[in-house]
Nanobody, 123 residues
Protein backbone atom coordinates (compact mmCIF):
# COMPACT_ATOMS: atom_id res chain seq x y z
CA UNK A 1 0.00 0.00 0.00
CA UNK A 2 1.27 3.44 -0.95
CA UNK A 3 -0.15 6.50 0.71
CA UNK A 4 0.12 9.85 -1.03
CA UNK A 5 -0.55 13.30 0.37
CA UNK A 6 -0.73 16.48 -1.68
CA UNK A 7 -0.12 19.99 -0.40
CA UNK A 8 0.52 23.46 -1.74
CA UNK A 9 -2.78 24.31 -3.34
CA UNK A 10 -4.39 27.69 -2.94
CA UNK A 11 -5.75 30.74 -4.71
CA UNK A 12 -3.69 32.81 -7.10
CA UNK A 13 -4.28 35.40 -9.79
CA UNK A 14 -3.79 34.61 -13.45
CA UNK A 15 -0.13 34.74 -14.38
CA UNK A 16 0.96 33.68 -10.92
CA UNK A 17 2.74 30.55 -9.71
CA UNK A 18 2.18 27.73 -7.27
CA UNK A 19 4.18 24.66 -6.32
CA UNK A 20 2.36 21.49 -5.36
CA UNK A 21 4.00 18.73 -3.34
CA UNK A 22 3.22 15.03 -3.23
CA UNK A 23 4.63 13.10 -0.27
CA UNK A 24 4.75 9.31 -0.55
CA UNK A 25 4.76 6.82 2.28
CA UNK A 26 7.17 4.38 0.66
CA UNK A 27 10.67 4.70 -0.79
CA UNK A 28 11.27 5.53 -4.42
CA UNK A 29 11.62 2.07 -5.90
CA UNK A 30 8.52 0.62 -4.40
CA UNK A 31 6.76 2.24 -7.33
CA UNK A 32 7.89 3.71 -10.62
CA UNK A 33 5.72 6.54 -11.91
CA UNK A 34 4.22 9.50 -10.10
CA UNK A 35 1.61 11.41 -12.01
CA UNK A 36 -0.26 14.62 -11.41
CA UNK A 37 -3.87 14.74 -12.51
CA UNK A 38 -6.50 17.41 -12.20
CA UNK A 39 -10.26 17.51 -12.17
CA UNK A 40 -12.26 20.65 -12.77
CA UNK A 41 -15.93 20.89 -11.76
CA UNK A 42 -18.10 18.94 -14.18
CA UNK A 43 -15.12 17.51 -16.07
CA UNK A 44 -13.19 14.27 -16.13
CA UNK A 45 -9.82 13.69 -14.51
CA UNK A 46 -7.07 14.96 -16.82
CA UNK A 47 -3.43 13.90 -16.85
CA UNK A 48 -1.11 16.85 -16.26
CA UNK A 49 2.40 15.45 -15.85
CA UNK A 50 4.19 12.26 -14.96
CA UNK A 51 7.72 11.39 -13.88
CA UNK A 52 9.64 8.13 -13.82
CA UNK A 53 11.15 7.76 -10.33
CA UNK A 54 14.09 5.83 -11.70
CA UNK A 55 15.53 8.29 -14.20
CA UNK A 56 13.52 11.42 -13.52
CA UNK A 57 12.30 11.54 -17.11
CA UNK A 58 9.02 13.38 -17.43
CA UNK A 59 6.18 14.05 -19.81
CA UNK A 60 3.38 16.61 -19.86
CA UNK A 61 -0.11 17.13 -21.13
CA UNK A 62 -0.41 19.60 -23.99
CA UNK A 63 -2.32 22.28 -21.99
CA UNK A 64 0.54 22.66 -19.51
CA UNK A 65 3.66 22.18 -21.64
CA UNK A 66 6.11 25.00 -21.16
CA UNK A 67 4.33 26.22 -18.01
CA UNK A 68 4.46 23.32 -15.55
CA UNK A 69 7.49 21.35 -14.37
CA UNK A 70 7.41 18.05 -12.50
CA UNK A 71 10.41 17.03 -10.40
CA UNK A 72 11.38 14.69 -7.58
CA UNK A 73 13.68 15.02 -4.62
CA UNK A 74 16.82 12.88 -4.34
CA UNK A 75 15.38 10.73 -1.58
CA UNK A 76 12.43 9.83 -3.78
CA UNK A 77 9.92 10.62 -1.08
CA UNK A 78 8.39 13.69 -2.69
CA UNK A 79 7.39 14.84 -6.14
CA UNK A 80 6.69 18.45 -7.00
CA UNK A 81 4.67 20.27 -9.61
CA UNK A 82 5.89 23.78 -10.29
CA UNK A 83 3.09 25.69 -12.01
CA UNK A 84 3.90 28.99 -13.69
CA UNK A 85 1.86 31.38 -15.84
CA UNK A 86 -1.32 30.01 -14.34
CA UNK A 87 -4.59 30.52 -16.19
CA UNK A 88 -8.19 30.42 -14.95
CA UNK A 89 -8.64 27.16 -16.87
CA UNK A 90 -6.02 25.58 -14.59
CA UNK A 91 -8.54 25.78 -11.75
CA UNK A 92 -9.13 22.24 -10.50
CA UNK A 93 -8.49 19.75 -7.74
CA UNK A 94 -5.00 18.36 -8.31
CA UNK A 95 -4.24 14.77 -7.37
CA UNK A 96 -0.99 12.86 -7.37
CA UNK A 97 -0.98 9.16 -8.10
CA UNK A 98 1.48 6.26 -8.13
CA UNK A 99 1.65 3.48 -10.68
CA UNK A 100 3.88 1.13 -12.61
CA UNK A 101 5.78 1.63 -15.83
CA UNK A 102 5.30 2.75 -18.48
CA UNK A 103 4.64 6.26 -17.28
CA UNK A 104 1.68 7.67 -19.16
CA UNK A 105 -0.98 10.26 -18.56
CA UNK A 106 -3.72 7.66 -18.54
CA UNK A 107 -5.39 7.48 -15.15
CA UNK A 108 -5.96 3.74 -15.60
CA UNK A 109 -2.21 3.11 -15.17
CA UNK A 110 -2.23 4.46 -11.61
CA UNK A 111 -3.25 2.39 -8.63
CA UNK A 112 -2.73 4.68 -5.65
CA UNK A 113 -4.19 8.17 -5.33
CA UNK A 114 -4.00 11.08 -2.94
CA UNK A 115 -7.01 13.06 -1.75
CA UNK A 116 -6.17 16.12 -3.81
CA UNK A 117 -5.45 19.79 -3.27
CA UNK A 118 -7.52 22.66 -4.65
CA UNK A 119 -6.03 25.22 -7.02
CA UNK A 120 -8.07 28.30 -7.89
CA UNK A 121 -6.84 30.77 -10.49
CA UNK A 122 -8.75 34.02 -10.77
CA UNK A 123 -8.72 36.32 -13.76
Amino acid sequence: QVQLAESGGGSVQAGGSLTLSCAASRPRYSYYCIGWFRQAPGKGREGVATIWQGSGSASYGDPVKGRFTISRDNAGDSVYLQMNSLKPEDTAVYHCAAGLLPCTLSRDRYKYWGQGTQVIVSS
